[in-house]
């Protein structure tokens, strides 16, 4: 089992910036944390990828962010962060945190990010 905890949503107004937060329960630099991820969710939407990066840190971004979100990780600190900036009004989504960790999926509560234009 792995528990995420997530933060550092809230309300910004458009071309302002937020990073979150998730923490998880296990150890990022273990062999089983096979990756990780940002997926979101808008009103009336299905859930997408926003970024993820493997246990190699190979990267990879949903066209509609790069260059605007950057994913990183802290061993140290053991978390991993989604720095946004240039948000647009269109980012406004619930933002979940994922990790593959021995082939299975765990997500986070979720965390509100609103854009205002």
């Known amino acids: 089992q792995v528990q995420l905890v997530e933060s550092g949503g809230g309300l910004v107004q458009a071309g302002g910036s937020l990073r979150l937060s998730c923490a998880p329960s296990?150890?990022?630099?273990?062999?089983?944390?096979?990756?990780m991820g940002w997926y979101r969710r808008a009103p009336g939407k299905q859930r997408e990828l926003v970024a993820h990066?493997?246990?190699?840190?190979?990267?990879n971004y949903a066209d509609s962010v790069k260059g605007r979100f950057t994913i990183s990780r802290d061993h140290a600190k053991n978390t991993l962060y989604l720095q946004m900036n240039s948000l647009k009004p269109e980012d406004t989504a619930v933002y979940y945190c994922?990790?593959?960790?021995?082939?299975?999926?765990?997500w986070g509560q979720g965390t509100q990010v609103t854009v205002s234009s």
């Open positions: 994922n990790v593959l960790y021995d082939w299975r999926d765990y």
């Open positions: 296990r150890s990022m630099l273990s062999a089983n944390t096979m990756a």
């Open positions: 990066i493997n246990s190699g840190g190979i990267t």
